[in-house]
Structure formats: structure tokens, C-alpha cells
């Protein structure tokens, strides 16, 4: 099968990567090369990275809107058309393209969590269940009928990091159960219940601010759901602290009392979090128990 992949973050590469092995990859379509970091380096997406290691022939297109992107794409002859994360809106013209049509990876168990931050929304809210599902791409945001689905579990004290990397590995293995079904016809489109359609937005710094008010699970699934990025924070002696992991704790208190150093336990609003590893404001990550005697963190303090 001759392939046209679509993608450019690092969730996108383990299913690149397994297409690659198994069929004809054509050219690889991802966002052009942006600055990142303090100076601004300007970096190719881990997509383009992967895809000149594997030899095949990158296309950076600012939008798939224009003629020429268009005819850049029919220019390949793809059969299908494979698109994960790639950042873009496709319109008609282009998803018209292939003949089996274009397919999207998408990190949730549509229709639930449409848009572009699914796995760190089920971490965030606490969900037991998640998975990556196959749809045929419409004009729509993740509207198309869906083809298969892997379910998994998410763990206790799983972050987004880590079942962002799951997801992924998952994508890639269920993106080949998918193209050989549709090629042998074995797979029957199946229409989404737009009753169950949920949507989620960009994650952005505003959700990082802990309150201590609140039950020890949500803050817990806050800490899970915005790692690595962007790290939910707290404020200790006037300073951002970044909280990069914790987990449930026995105990009670005012919402933010200290209620033990060794471990550093925090009273919430509902049972309580022991903290675990955090990272002062333009410093290093460190383990809780250092960061509490580098700071002489005593018993019964508040927090903010």
C-alpha cells in the first residue's frame, strides 16, 4: 500500500515508524521547522526527524489549503493517506485525494475527547479507561466515522507523559490492523453518537496553579495530567514551585497544613497528597524530603 503520512509531534512517530517497516511510505507531510527554547533554535519536528533517518522524502507545507500543496499531495498517487497529530485542518479537495480515504490516529476512545488535548483530559479527569481509535477523516474536527479502537487501562499514578508514550505505541500497532482491513474490506465505517461527543481545548499554563481546597484526587489528577508540561506549581515563601509528582496520603487538615516533613504531606480539602518530587523556580528538580530540609519546612505550616 502507498502511504502519504501526515504528523509531527513525537506521538506521531511510532506509527511512522511501523508503517515504514511494512509498507510503502511515499513522503511524510509535517509543520514546517520552528524556534524553540530561549534562543529560539530553529528545530525540525520530531516527525521530519524520524522520517529523514528512514530515507523517505519530507514536505513542510505551511497550509494544505493552497493549490500547490494539493497538487504536491496528488503528485505522490497516494492509496491512503495516514494523519497524526499533525496540526492541521485538511480540507475537502485534500481528503479527497487517496482512494481508501484519509485516516487520522486520534488519542482518545472517540467520541469522547474530540480536539487537541485527549490524553492529558483523561488523566485530568481522573478517567480508569482510555485508547486510540482509527476514524476516516471528514471536514469536521475528529467528526468521522470511526474504523477500531484499542482500549487500556490508566493507571493509578500514571502522568500524561507516560500514557502519551503508551498511546502512541498503541497507535502504531492498531494504524496496521486498520490499513489491512480496509484493503481486505473487512472493516464497516461505523457512524459517531454525537450525544457522547465530548470536546477538549489546548492545555495552557492557567490550569497550573494548585488550591489546596479542593480534594486530594482532583489535585492529584491535576499533578498526573500536567506532566511534563506545563507542570502544575504551588506557591511556597512567595516563590513558584513546580510539583512534578506525588500520591495519594492518609491524613487531615486546614486545606495546605503541613501535616508531615518526612514524608512532605499536604492536608487538602478532602484527605491529603504527599509530594514527592518538585522543582524551586529556576533550579533543578529534587526529591520532596531535600527540598523540605533546604527550606526547614516545619509541621503545621500553610502553604499556598
Not at 486530594?216 to 502544575?232: D, E, F, M
Request: aromatic content about 4%; charged content about 20%.
Amino acid at each position: 500500500m502507498r502511504i502519504v503520512y501526515m504528523g509531527t509531534p513525537d506521538f506521531a512517530v511510532p506509527a511512522l515508524e511501523k508503517l515504514a517497516a511494512a509498507h510503502e511510505v511515499a513522503a511524510v507531510f509535517t509543520q514546517p521547522d520552528k524556534p524553540v527554547g530561549r534562543k529560539q533554535i530553529l528545530t525540525p519536528p520530531d516527525v521530519k526527524v524520524c522520517a529523514q533517518r528512514l530515507g523517505i522524502p519530507v514536505c513542510q507545507p505551511r497550509s494544505m489549503k493552497t493549490p500547490e500543496a494539493l497538487a504536491l499531495l496528488q503528485s505522490f498517487h497516494p492509496d491512503v493517506v495516514v494523519v497524526a497529530a499533525y496540526g492541521q485542518i485538511l480540507p475537502k479537495a485534500v481528503l479527497d485525494v487517496p482512494r481508501l480515504g484519509c485516516v487520522n490516529i486520534h488519542g482518545s476512545l472517540l467520541p469522547k475527547y474530540r480536539g487537541a488535548a485527549p490524553i492529558q483530559q483523561a488523566v485530568l479527569n481522573g478517567d480508569a479507561v482510555t485508547g486510540v481509535t482509527t476514524m476516516l477523516m471528514d471536514v469536521g474536527l475528529d467528526t468521522g466515522d470511526i474504523l477500531l479502537t484499542k482500549e487500556t487501562p490508566i493507571g493509578a499514578n500514571e502522568t500524561s507523559a507516560e500514557l502519551f508514550d503508551r498511546l502512541a505505541a498503541l497507535g502504531g500497532e492498531l494504524i496496521l490492523e486498520t490499513l489491512t482491513a480496509l484493503e481486505n474490506g473487512t472493516v464497516t465505517p461505523q457512524k459517531q453518537d454525537e450525544s457522547l461527543a465530548t470536546h477538549t481545548s489546548k492545555i495552557d499554563k492557567s490550569l497550573c496553579p494548585i488550591d489546596f481546597a479542593k480534594p486530594a484526587q482532583a489535585l492529584h489528577n491535576q499533578i498526573r495530567g500536567l506532566y511534563s508540561w506545563p507542570v502544575a506549581t504551588v506557591q511556597i515563601g512567595g516563590k513558584r514551585v513546580k510539583i512534578h509528582r506525588a500520591r495519594m496520603a492518609q491524613g487531615s487538615g486546614k486545606p495546605g497544613e503541613i501535616l508531615s516533613v518526612k514524608p512532605l504531606v499536604i492536608a487538602c480539602g478532602e484527605g491529603a497528597l504527599e509530594i514527592l518530587e518538585l522543582q524551586p523556580e529556576g533550579k533543578k528538580k529534587m526529591s520532596a524530603e531535600a527540598f523540605a530540609a533546604g527550606h526547614q519546612l516545619k509541621k503545621g505550616a500553610m502553604l499556598e
